[in-house]
């Protein structure tokens, strides 16, 4: 036989019966309105669907320790071969007309005409044509150029600048930290465990609408950006970049908030008065967004593989303890976020629709042209008494059935 277990709750002194087993770990929320008793509570979601909480527009992430995706993906993205080599090979083939311009320079300024005459096995008047022989038309590998330590060091310079890189530039590598759970972090500022972290253990990957904010915000961070404030007591920080030169800045907070959008406008401020950046300090920015997205993503990417998402109840129950209203929604990732959404977004709400729905039966009104400014009509006088919220006018009402409650007894 199957035991169904019932979940109930005292609520203003009447026994409900819960639909959903609420988390002990969070507070519950509670009141009574007229008749009505409203509960709101959290619940663990066990049927969590991880390409649904992140998905699109989050950018994404391979693990190096996926055998099957890490060594292809995960490596071309940041540039190297499978063999963990910097892919120089995709460089030469890619931009050859660049290559061929730098290393000629290179020989042309390091060695005699007569010492590149010799490598290249042809006479003094024929250097330029025998070189862009063998680079434009492809008949060499790289490997097989002379001078090869002089092609590795412009294979190399171009394979660090973003304009020839190979891979995806804003690729992040990641380290892993793993005891009784996993968690992520961009390298170097996660945990770091000498027994329990694993460095340059994955890469986060950005989508096509990563890349499309990298750089239309990213240029913009390069003078004023928003973040969390992780060191003191307000949410979010505003700070502006000063560049004492031009690959030096100096960082100024500028106000702190727990409201992120308070700090929006006066962010917007800083960039309408901005000076024209370098290329360099424009890079810089959209780097600084590329981190900031991936810090993003990996915050929501540990707290689902990690089960910390939950779902939501708010039930409303009459006199007798019956339910007579639900609302329930799941998905909500991080606990801190569930409980601020549980009161501001179901409960809150859930109350104050049963607050007007009380004072309109009581006889009270909403006038349209007031919005939500309750008022009470008054018949005698024919005139309004208006007020400024609902707990207000209720209690009005309530001192008003008291006064007349004695007066009948009188």
């Not at 061929?100 to 010492?115: C, I, S």
């Not at 009161?343 to 039966?361: A, D, G």
């Amino acid at each position: 036989m199957r035991k169904r277990m019932v979940i109930t709750e005292d609520i203003e002194g009447v026994e409900c019966e819960l639909s959903h087993e609420p988390v002990e770990y969070f507070d519950t929320l509670s009141t009574k309105v007229g008749d009505k008793r409203v509960f709101a509570y959290i619940v663990s979601d066990n049927d969590v669907d991880y390409d649904n909480l992140v998905g699109e527009g989050m950018g994404f992430l391979v693990d190096f320790r996926d055998s099957r995706r890490g060594e292809t993906e995960g490596y071309l993205a940041l540039g190297y071969t499978r063999d963990g080599d910097p892919d120089f090979e995709t460089v030469y083939d890619k931009h050859t007309t660049e290559f061929f311009t730098r290393y000629k320079r290179m020989l042309k300024g390091k060695y005699t005409d007569v010492a590149i005459a010799a490598a290249f096995d042809c006479f003094v008047a024929e250097i330029d044509d025998e070189i862009e022989e063998r680079i434009m038309r492809n008949a060499y590998a790289y490997q097989d150029l002379p001078f090869e330590n002089d092609v590795e060091t412009v294979l190399k310079g171009m394979w660090n600048e973003p304009e020839y890189f190979p891979g995806e530039p804003y690729a992040q590598l990641l380290d892993c930290y793993s005891h009784s759970g996993e968690c992520w972090s961009l390298s170097g500022h996660g945990t770091q465990c000498r027994w329990d972290t694993s460095r340059g253990a994955g890469v986060w990957i950005p989508d096509k609408h990563c890349l499309e904010e990298i750089h239309r915000r990213g240029d913009l961070d390069a003078v004023a950006f928003i973040e969390e404030n992780r060191l003191r007591g307000k949410k979010y920080a505003l700070y502006r970049v000063e560049w004492v030169e031009p690959q030096m800045h100096v960082l100024h907070e500028v106000k702190t908030s727990d409201n992120y959008g308070e700090l929006v406008g006066e962010r917007e401020a800083l960039h309408k008065n901005r000076s024209a950046n370098t290329e360099w300090q424009r890079e810089w920015g959209r780097q600084h967004r590329a981190e900031s997205l991936c810090r993003g993503f990996l915050e929501t990417h540990n707290a689902v593989i990690n089960g910390d998402v939950w779902g939501i109840v708010c039930e409303v129950f009459d006199e007798n303890g019956t339910q007579v209203d639900e609302e329930s929604c799941w998905g909500f990732v991080g606990s801190s976020y569930a409980q601020q959404e549980m009161e501001e977004e179901f409960f809150n709400p859930t109350v104050k629709r049963l607050k007007r729905e009380l004072f309109e039966s009581l006889g009270g009104e909403i006038h349209p042209s007031w919005y939500t400014a309750p008022y009470w009509p008054d018949r005698q006088t024919c005139s309004h008494k208006k007020f400024d919220n609902l707990d207000d006018a209720l209690k009005f009402l309530e001192e008003q059935r008291d006064t007349t409650t004695t007066t009948q007894e009188s």
